[in-house]
């Protein structure tokens, strides 16, 4: 069996660093203990999230393999790292909304909770630091060459069908999937895989009985009063996630 050599630092992102290894098809990503919000202007450490953070990533994303649906997770190697296929990431973030929550709420001035039909609604935003990510349309990501339409009815029908499956099983664990943002890559063959993580960092989960908030918004609004808080919800998903599960 081949084993893994981790080699030279990619890319330092604000919770995650990237390595290249022996093999040029293949990444190493480790999960840091910082997290940030307003682009990065709050950023603070809280011991072992990233620890935490893998552990939520490797359960969902070989969940999502075993689903069948294409993704860059390989295999977790430690307790901060896993094994990931190297993609040409989309500069485009993929929000999909099944309930009215966070930006949505505030940009249509609309209550927050109403929930959206089944397919709910994809928003797209374009990733650029220095633009604070703003939200644009399918016809903006065409005009400015970041994306065929082919290739995003193919991520919309990806979308859809992640959503079906995560909506599905995270309520089997008494949570409800109220938004996630997803991120895409291609391979060499320009195949698209889903990338990046999806996480209490990415998504909004919301407990099904108390509807206390299970994710980052607590840490977004300033609501967390000291750390343990924010440990405490990802050591709460990882329970129920490992809960009645085959999935280690
Ligand atoms: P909103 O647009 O309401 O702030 O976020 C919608 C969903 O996408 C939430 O689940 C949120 O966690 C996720 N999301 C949107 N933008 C980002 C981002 O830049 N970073 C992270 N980690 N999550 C995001």
Redesign the pocket.
């Known amino acids: 069996m081949n084993s893994v050599i981790k080699k030279n630092l990619l890319i330092e992102g604000k919770t995650k660093k990237i390595y290249c290894t022996n093999n040029p098809f293949e990444i190493i990503i480790h999960y840091k203990d910082n997290l940030t919000s307003l682009n990065g202007k709050k950023n603070e450490i809280y011991q072992d999230k990233g620890i935490l953070n893998n552990e939520i990533n490797t359960h969902i994303f070989q969940f999502l393999n075993s689903c069948g649906i294409n993704t860059h997770f390989i295999k977790r190697i430690n307790n901060r790292e896993q094994l990931c296929m190297k993609l040409k990431m989309i500069p485009l973030?993929f929000?999909l909304r099944n309930i009215v929550?966070?930006?949505?709420a505030q940009r249509l001035g609309i209550e927050e909770g109403i929930k959206i039909n089944k397919n709910g609604i994809i928003e797209i935003?374009y990733k650029n630091d220095q633009l604070q990510?703003p939200l644009i349309n399918d016809h903006h990501a065409i005009f400015l060459d970041i994306i065929s339409y082919e290739e995003l009815n193919y991520i919309y029908s990806i979308m859809k069908k992640i959503n079906n499956i995560l909506k599905q099983y995270f309520l089997s664990k008494n949570i409800i999937l109220v938004?996630?943002?997803l991120e895409f890559g291609k391979n060499t063959n320009n195949e698209i895989s889903l990338a990046d993580e999806i996480s209490p960092?990415?998504?909004?989960f919301w407990d099904k009985i108390t509807m206390k908030k299970l994710d980052?918004d607590p840490f977004r609004k300033n609501l967390t009063t000291k750390h343990i808080d924010i440990i405490d919800v990802y050591m709460e998903i990882l329970k129920r996630l490992h809960h009645n599960s085959s999935y280690q």
């Open positions: 973030e929000v929550s966070g930006s949505m935003f990510d938004d996630f943002k960092e990415t998504c909004r980052k």
